[in-house]
């Protein structure tokens, strides 16, 4: 290979595409100690931190064979349906097992991803994989990324399947392959479409002719979009869905664009960009510290000089899931940049490798001083993370059922009491005499119906409010205190 001219005066880097059980350690390594890591952190049951309100949806959905909230996650649903199987502890327990697991693998994907960019000027083959187990544990110590890892959530999945897709398109993998990977990362979350730069450039590659290049790209992209056609599989099991009908063409187009949250997509004032984009900044640093944020920056700069496609393409494809995580108008949306960390530790894991020949350089067992920096995140993260002993929301729900008359409506008006008390009265089945009515749902005629059948009443007229109805089949009703 012909060796280029480093701007600093360094040796270059090689790139190649062979695997050898050396760069396999740095995945494995990383997938042993985040497993380690997460089972320590990981939530007992359904919790209310990290953003995690909608798990009670999401465990209520996989156990009673039902769809969650739009687009449906069917990936999710297919997995949760192997774990939830596990014969220890409770079904939440079994999903934040999933996230762990996942969101492991994500970081084990994505070392293997950073093994397979080596660099020449070390020298000795011996410590090829020490880069790459520091970048997969400081993608898995990151608080963003860790916080998603202990919980009932779809980004750890979601971030599982967009490191594969990045993996395999680093190693030219057939078409087939990058299809049915991002297929399934766009089912497990739409904003998984982001990737697709990616892989068309993974797809590009080979001496063929462009009309077979481009009917590639065409089938990744029918089979990405194919797969979120899985809710209405789902649906089909028997279970009623409150979300609505996808019974017909347009009720399910409805259901897997998530017709009902379009209001929030770029729904953020322009006045608040400026603040979005300043707390997009520091959220960045702070994943990886002041430390690792600039070596993410020397690691893109060393790509951008030596692999310029693969450093443009997985920049736009990163800076796509920024804009619509800031443009999102909920207080949740930096959760969609998880999918997207793998792509910046690519770059940090450029950087890590360029410190790494700096210190080997000097001192032949200092390469290890690199992973000073997860185990700084580790330190610095720990505490924020920790959320083992958090019963908090499963307490709550638990009081709020005892407490009600018998056969009492419970009306809710927030996500997060909705979903809780679906899961502590329909999956853990405390209650049963209780109905637990939504509010903002009450517009779907598919969950009026819903109520109207658990209140044993013929029909729910359209301008009937949720306390008449109760009122009408004769049952007390109870106000959900909202939770500050």
Known sequence: MRRLTSALGRPPMRWQARVSWKRCVGGAGTLALLLLVYFQTLAPTITWAHYGADGGDLVTAVARGSIPHPPGFPTYLLLGELFICLPWGEPAWRLNVMSAVLAASAAALTASAVGLLSISSLPSRDHDWSPALCAGLSLGLSPLFWSQAVITEVYAPAACLAALVMLLALRKAPPWAMGLAWGLGVAAHPSLVFLAPVVAWGAWGGERGRLERLSRVGLLALLGWGAMGGPVLLARRGAPSPWGSVDTLPGWWAFVSGQIYHGYVFGLALTAWPRRLLAWMGLLVRQFTPLGAGLVVLGWLRLWRERRPLAGISAGAFGAFSVYAIGYDTVDSVAYLVPALPL????????????????????????????????????????????????????????????????AVLLTARDAHTFTLWYVHEVLGQRPDVLVLDRDLWAQDSYRRIVSEALNLETVANGLSPEDAARHAGRPVVEVTVRE
């Open 344 to 407: 910046m530790v690519l770059w940090l894991g450029c950087g890590l490798a360029q410190a790494a020949a700096w210190i080997r350089r000097r001192s032949r067992a200092g390469v290890w001083l690199i992973l000073l920096l997860p185990l700084l995140q580790a330190l610095l993260f720990w505490g924020q993370a920790d959320v083992s002993n958090d019963r908090t929301a499963v307490e709550w729900a638990e009081s709020t059922l005892e407490q009600a008359p018998h056969q």
